[in-house]
T-cell receptor, first 111, second 113 residues
Framework: QKEVEQNSGPLSVPEGAIASLNCTYS??????FFWYRQYSGKSPELIMFIYSNGDKEDGRFTAQLNKASQYVSLLIRDSQPSDSATYLCFLWGSSASKIIFGSGTRLSIRP | DVKVTQSSRYLVKRTGEKVFLECVQDMDHENMFWYRQDPGLGLRLIYFSYDVKMKEKGDIPEGYSVSREKKERFSLILESASTNQTSMYLC????????????FGPGTRLTVT
């Protein structure tokens, strides 16, 4: 089992709909969780981070964390074509060696 | 604005050459990272440094070494480049500890022939 798992996609969502991206992880000691967005040919940039169980909202983005079930998700409301990118889940685990990115989910917003 | 710069955007080297990739950040960040990114594999951590002269191995340190003599600079060294090290290399930095955003450089596309 990979330490951080994401569905590679592509995930195709119509413009204006909600895009739901999921990430599961195996290290129960993980403390902090991040979502990065990466456009083709560009470097990753931070979308959101979450440390506590529950939901965290920032504009059109909501991060959800459930440590008991070991998953973190990102919801994008009112999806726009500019949201088309690869979304990378990242976590800081229980030790310095547990610095892990998922392999990313490619999201495509269709007009 | 945080700035992370990498010495080259594109690099072509021959098998067996010693290769140096340089990364410089201007935000006085304690942590610096080297990743490689390959299609379908995401970003994989090669090495992590949390202070000057301090380093931790990541998932794939074999064939690589690092150097951090100054806080702002983190170098990745390929001792003897091989074709399976052809990849995109990304450097990042962040404040110390485990809960801070990483800022990425533009990446170096290395081709080993």
């Amino acid at each position: 089992q990979k330490e951080v798992e994401q569905n590679s996609g592509p995930l195709s969502v119509p413009e204006g709909a909600i895009a739901s991206l999921n990430c599961t992880y195996s290290d129960r000691g993980s403390q902090s969780f991040f979502w990065y967005r990466q456009y083709s040919g560009k470097s990753p940039e931070l979308i959101m981070f979450i440390y506590s169980n529950g939901d965290k909202e920032d504009g059109r983005f909501t991060a959800q964390l459930n440590k008991a079930s070991q998953y973190v998700s990102l919801l994008i409301r009112d999806s726009q074509p500019s949201d088309s990118a690869t979304y990378l889940c990242f976590l800081w685990g229980s030790s310095a060696s547990k610095i892990i990115f998922g392999s990313g989910t490619r999201l495509s917003i269709r007009p | 604005d945080v700035k992370v710069t990498q010495s080259s955007r594109y690099l072509v080297k021959r098998t067996g050459e010693k290769v140096f990739l340089e990364c410089v950040q201007d935000m006085d960040h304690e942590n610096m990272f080297w990743y490689r990114q390959d299609p379908g594999l995401g970003l994989r951590l090669i090495y992590f440094s949390y202070d000057v002269k301090m380093k931790e191995k990541g998932d794939i340190p074999e064939g690589y070494s690092v150097s951090r003599e100054k806080k702002e600079r983190f170098s990745l060294i390929l001792e003897s480049a091989s074709t399976n090290q052809t990849s995109m290399y990304l450097c990042a930095s962040s404040y110390g500890g485990g809960g801070y955003e990483q800022y990425f450089g533009p990446g170096t596309r290395l081709t080993v022939t």
